[in-house]
């Protein structure tokens, strides 16, 4: 099933946040964890100013738009599903309690605890919300400085060449040497929410690295240690991160 074919606007946001955002799970907190020291690293040791973030395909999870919050006097949540585009408005005024398990993981590093007292306050003032498609993204090429995609360029479609067109338009969105963090559901065979079904593409490491190598300069993938068992229908997690290109190589023809 490609993209356009599934029915974005009937992802039950609710159901999604309750089956997996409810409680802080281990494979979010080891997500949280590396994600934040990253970041933390990249912007301690570059000491550069407030920057525009982006979190593509952001859905019903705010947790990597947290993980950008110190840094950014702009974060742009870039979502598909009109579901999903109005449960994140609904929590830009003042977000549900259960994402503060989540900021109080991020604030096991000194950096994030230090830099917003009132965590709620300051999502309120740096979030925007912005209807758009993945695909589209081209135009607004190397505008952010620090960018975050989890669970969307194989969680979209079942196409090897969408997945791969997805990483690279997430990529391109990100100026050079900008940080980034992007997950990705390992061997997917697609996923409900609520009563509708979606599609997913089935990656493994080799992908996820041979889908990023063209965009980035250093990178890592790491598949998590803590047991899958939260998601339906994959059989683990996949994070990488590291720091966008200043040069691309040339993207191999599809
Ligand atoms: C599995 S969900 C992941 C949501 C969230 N990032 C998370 O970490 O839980 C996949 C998300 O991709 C969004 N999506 C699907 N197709 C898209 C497209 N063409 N452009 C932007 N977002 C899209 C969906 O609406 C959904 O929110």
Same mark, same amino acid.
């Given at each position: 099933?490609?993209?356009?074919?599934?029915?974005?606007?009937?992802?039950?946001?609710?159901?999604?946040?309750?089956h997996n955002?409810?409680?802080?799970?281990?494979?979010?907190?080891?997500?949280?964890?590396?994600?934040?020291?990253?970041?933390?690293?990249?912007?301690?040791?570059?000491?550069?100013?407030?920057?525009?973030?982006?979190?593509?395909?952001?859905?019903?999870?705010?947790?990597?738009?947290?993980?950008?919050?110190?840094?950014?006097?702009?974060?742009?949540?870039?979502?598909?599903?009109?579901?999903?585009?109005?449960?994140?408005?609904?929590?830009?005024?003042?977000?549900?309690?259960?994402?503060?398990q989540f900021?109080?993981?991020?604030?096991?590093?000194?950096?994030?605890?230090?830099?917003?007292?009132?965590?709620?306050?300051?999502?309120?003032?740096?979030?925007?919300?912005?209807?758009?498609?993945?695909?589209?993204?081209?135009?607004?090429?190397?505008r952010w400085?620090?960018?975050?995609?989890?669970?969307?360029?194989?969680?979209?479609?079942?196409?090897? $060449?969408? !997945?791969?067109?997805?990483?690279?338009?997430?990529?391109?969105?990100?100026?050079?040497?900008? =940080? %980034? #963090?992007?997950? @990705?559901?390992?061997?997917?065979?697609?996923?409900?929410?609520?009563? $509708?079904? !979606?599609?997913?593409?089935?990656?493994?490491?080799?992908?996820?690295?041979?889908?990023?190598? =063209? %965009? #980035?300069?250093? @990178?890592?993938?790491?598949?998590?240690?803590?047991?899958?068992?939260?998601?339906?229908?994959?059989?683990?997690?996949?994070?990488?991160?590291?720091?966008?290109?200043?040069?691309?190589?040339?993207?191999?023809?599809?």
């Amino acid at each position: 099933m490609k993209n356009a074919e599934a029915a974005w606007s009937a992802f039950d946001s609710i159901a999604y946040v309750d089956h997996n955002y409810r409680d802080l799970q281990a494979e979010d907190a080891e997500i949280l964890h590396i994600v934040r020291d990253h970041f933390a690293d990249h912007f301690r040791k570059r000491g550069v100013g407030p920057v525009y973030g982006i979190d593509v395909g952001a859905g019903a999870n705010l947790y990597p738009a947290l993980s950008m919050l110190p840094w950014c006097d702009e974060i742009t949540l870039f979502e598909r599903s009109p579901a999903n585009v109005a449960y994140l408005e609904s929590q830009v005024d003042s977000y549900a309690e259960n994402w503060d398990q989540f900021w109080a993981a991020l604030c096991g590093n000194e950096d994030y605890a230090i830099s917003c007292a009132d965590p709620r306050e300051r999502f309120g003032k740096v979030v925007k919300v912005r209807q758009g498609d993945i695909f589209d993204l081209e135009r607004l090429g190397g505008r952010w400085s620090v960018g975050t995609m989890f669970f969307v360029a194989e969680s979209m479609t079942s196409s090897h $060449q969408e !997945f791969t067109l997805g990483v690279e338009r997430f990529m391109r969105t990100l100026a050079p040497g900008a =940080p %980034f #963090a992007a997950a @990705f559901m390992e061997h997917s065979q697609g996923y409900h929410t609520g009563e $509708q079904f !979606f599609p997913a593409c089935d990656v493994g490491e080799n992908e996820v690295r041979e889908s990023l190598e =063209p %965009f #980035a300069d250093e @990178f890592k993938v790491h598949r998590l240690k803590s047991e899958a068992g939260l998601r339906e229908g994959y059989s683990g997690i996949i994070l990488s991160y590291g720091w966008r290109g200043n040069s691309d190589a040339p993207v191999p023809i599809r």
